[in-house]
């Protein structure tokens, strides 16, 4: 079965500071790679996501994530953070399987201080 | 569109207590999902569906049922409640094309049993 690691639990960062936030996952088949962002209170949504194409993929609020086939990897990154980027952040991959299901890592829970 | 929507947004229930998490969404998507989510443990799937009339259990699904008679809408039922059910629970839905499967999801229901 898949499985998708979140090495970050908990995450604090002045503004402006850089981001990184690690995804490593377990199947080596063809994979699509989500990430997700909860801000307090909310609902999960979709901030970026790699199906095939450019590794490199630019999602919204200025976050990008590298897909690297040969570490099983998908880290997020952000050169600047700003406190409105507090929230808790997801990591997902779907293998492809039946039901197109989305294996989900543990998050990711990254506070912004002023 | 409201998107995916659910109710009740908060329950508390009693041991052995029955009730149904209602979950519909207005974009003709074929596939429904249900997760729950607990502290520090991501998304867990409880059970998803392929169309109308078509279910599958996920990682998680014993003391939950689910049905989905129509495409907008996939109740998720619990019969017999029990404390390990205290949890948020998210639905969500997705279009599958050409192998696509972003998951756009539900504000939750926030489940306390006690």
């Known amino acids: 079965a898949q499985s998708v690691s979140q090495h970050n639990h908990h995450v604090i960062l002045s503004e402006a500071a850089s981001l990184e936030l690690g995804c490593n996952y377990s199947?080596?088949?063809?994979?699509?790679l989500f990430w997700y962002v909860q801000y307090p209170g909310q609902h999960l949504q979709l901030l970026l996501k790699?199906?095939?194409?450019?590794?490199l993929v630019k999602g919204i609020k200025g976050f990008e994530a590298e897909f690297i086939k040969s570490k099983f990897s998908f880290n997020l990154r952000k050169p600047s953070v700003q406190w409105s980027d507090t929230a808790e952040y997801f990591c997902?991959?779907?293998?492809?399987?039946?039901?197109?299901?989305?294996?989900f890592g543990t998050g990711t829970q990254l506070k912004v201080e002023l | 569109n409201a998107g995916v929507t659910q109710t009740p947004k908060f329950r508390i229930l009693k041991i052995g207590q029955s009730m149904t998490l209602q979950c519909a969404q207005d974009?003709?998507?074929?596939?429904m999902y249900w997760y729950r989510q607990d502290p520090g443990m991501g998304l867990k799937l409880i059970y998803y569906?392929?169309?109308?009339?078509?279910?599958d259990k996920g990682e998680v699904p014993n003391g939950y049922n689910v049905s989905r008679s129509t495409t907008e809408d996939f109740p998720l039922r619990l019969e017999l409640a029990a404390p390990s059910q205290t949890s948020v629970y998210f639905c969500?839905?997705?279009?599958?094309?050409?192998?696509?499967?972003?998951?756009?999801f539900g504000p939750g229901t926030r489940l306390t049993v006690l």
């Open positions: 997902a991959v779907n293998d492809a399987g039946g039901g197109n299901k989305l294996t």
């Open positions: 969500a839905s997705s279009y599958l094309d050409r192998g696509y499967n972003e998951q756009f």
């Open positions: 790699y199906f095939s194409g450019d590794p």
């Open positions: 199947y080596g088949g063809t994979v699509n």
């Open positions: 974009m003709n998507h074929n596939y």
């Open positions: 569906s392929v169309g109308a009339g078509i279910t």
